[in-house]
């Protein structure tokens, strides 16, 4: 699995890191997404997948 994240359509929502407190976090300043692991341990990839579906503008993508 490979994470990407679109830092301009993030709307710092915090959906993501909710979800995956291991692979995403956010910018002190603003609250945007920032990837923490863009290749996840299989144990969190359904957690990855949860962010991304809850992510409010779509700004997270998962390649399996």
Known sequence: ???????DRCVASGQCVTAAAE???Q???DGIVV???AEPPA???EDVREAAAVCPVLAI???E
């Open 35 to 37: 990837l923490l692991a």
């Open 23 to 25: 692979v995403f976090d």
């Open 27 to 29: 910018r002190d300043e």
């Open 61 to 63: 993508a998962v390649e």
């Open 43 to 45: 144990e969190l990839a």
């Open 1 to 7: 699995m490979k994470v990407t994240i679109d830092q």
